[in-house]
């Protein structure tokens, strides 16, 4: 089946009692039992939900994955994950990251004996040095938040198969109509649901999948007993978003690509950070392992201070100066103070997050609405 197809299609069956085409929002929180055992497999929501079932079989299917699981945010995925760990063990993940996983990585589980690495991935083979008998997990983003480097998951996915590690793929900022790492060797993959799978900015979700029995239901076990699972009502958004998540994807790549090349040349801009550029230093691994290049840039002001940076970012008309990403609207953002501001300052500047960065989520307005609103921004 084409990813269109799934996307439409794949974990939903008319409804049996009425023959709906949507899934039903099933509003409730219990389930009749005829006796005791007797569930059909649906006991309390918090566990099993029909609607979030369809929608985890969907987000599994789309990233050609046996199982699925959906969670309140993608934080709430990244937390499940990390209690897989106990104290004593090691997560090797990159330096470029986004801050809200460097947060609970380092102000959470790092008070619970859990030891964090976090490394330059552009050469695979440094995680080598790192790995001791005490490394469970690698960790990785690509493309990367908020700089847009890509990181070999196949070449990363050979080195924690032979070290039989976890290997956890965030593929937020691709999507999984521009890549699927479960084809390259990921043991997870993660998404903030919120983003890009959603598409309209109205749901915060997250979810993990995976092809391996044991680990989802060690997944599983933790996400029914720690509680981060979400309601059916959120579901069904995400359901009914994913409907057009292809149609979506190719207009985000179509505007980003127009974007990226008038910002290119722009005398204003000092650097802009966008994969589909042939002098990208990962433009090799992007093209081989992605479909297109994404919605997704970023950029850096020429000579500009923090001041003039802030008016740049609080003078546009169409982009939205706000958090978040992957929505149909175009976002701008401004990552030391938003998105990367738990970052320490010298960790976010050695990874080029710097005071005159924006990332620009790129929507699927017209575009050369989103031109001439970048040309008097940057005025």
Known sequence: M???????????EPDPSTGAIMTPIYQTSTY???????????EYSRGTNPTR????????ALENAKYGLAFSSGMGATDAVMKLLKPGDEVITGNDLYGGSYRIFTKVFANYGIKFHFLDLSDPEI???????????????????????????EAIAKITKTKGLIFVVDNTFASPYLQNPMDLGATIVMHSITKYIGGHS???????????????????????????????MDSFLVLRGIKTLHLRMK???ENGRKVAEFLKTHPKIDKIYWPGFVDHPNYEIAKKQMRDFG???????????????????????????????????????HPVTMTHASIPKE???????????LRLSVGVEDVDDLIEDLKQALN
């Open 2 to 12: 084409k990813f269109a197809t799934k996307a439409i299609h794949a974990g939903q």
């Open 295 to 333: 919605g997704m840039i970023s950029i850096t002001l020429k000579g500009a201070d923090l001041k003039e940076t802030f008016r740049v970012a609080s003078s546009f008309n169409v982009f939205s100066l706000a958090e978040s990403l992957g929505g149909v609207e175009s976002l701008i953002n």
């Open 251 to 253: 207009a985000h790549c």
């Open 127 to 153: 995680i080598n040095g790192y790995i001791n008998e005490n490394t469970k997990l690698v960790w990785i983003e690509t493309p990367t938040n908020p700089t847009m480097q890509v990181v070999d998951i």
């Open 32 to 42: 009749w039992q005829k006796s005791p055992g007797d569930n059909k497999g649906y």
């Open 347 to 357: 960790e976010r500047e050695k990874a080029g997050v710097v005071d005159n960065l």
């Open 53 to 60: 079932k369809a929608l985890e079989a969907c987000l599994a």
């Open 202 to 232: 109205d749901v915060v979700m997250g979810a993990l999948m995976m092809d391996d029995e044991d680990l989802y239901k060690r997944l599983w076990f933790i996400y029914n007993a720690c509680g981060a699972t979400p309601g059916p």
